[in-house]
Nanobody
Framework: VQLQASGGGLVQSGGSLRLSCSAS????????VGWFRQAPGKEREFVAT????????YYADSVEGRFTISRDNVKNTVYLQMDSLKPKDTAVYYC????????????????WGQGTQVTVSS
């Protein structure tokens, strides 16, 4: 499977963006999918993850209640709806797939997309 993240951009504080992670390959629905982010000078961190069917999701405390992860296995796409954005959400956002399903540890993910930049201005 190959992943392509898109949808990043510049938005004002309090605004919204929707990121997309599009996958090639017929086995996409067999994978859990996660979103991670890396801010300048910081380590990459977990944001959200969703199970193979979309029935379960898990979020980092920092985005709980503001971000929503979802997936459309027909379109081979996972989405990250980001609302009430804050300057501290500024980062490059990456999507990745995990054979074992829902997971928050980076080590569980085997294939990564190239990242999309999100910048939130104050």
């Amino acid at each position: 499977v190959q992943l392509q993240a898109s949808g990043g951009g510049l938005v004002q504080s309090g605004g919204s963006l929707r990121l997309s992670c599009s996958a090639s390959g017929r086995t996409f629905s067999s994978y859990g999918v996660g979103w991670f982010r890396q801010a300048p000078g910081k380590e990459r961190e977990f944001v959200a993850t969703i199970s193979q069917t979309g029935g379960s999701a898990y979020y980092a405390d920092s985005v709980e209640g503001r971000f929503t992860i979802s997936r459309d296995n027909v379109k081979n796409t996972v989405y990250l709806q980001m609302d009430s954005l804050k300057p501290k959400d500024t980062a490059v956002y990456y999507c990745a797939v995990a054979i074992g399903g829902i997971a928050s540890r980076q080590e569980s993910y085997t294939v990564w997309g190239q990242g999309t930049q999100v910048t939130v201005s104050s």
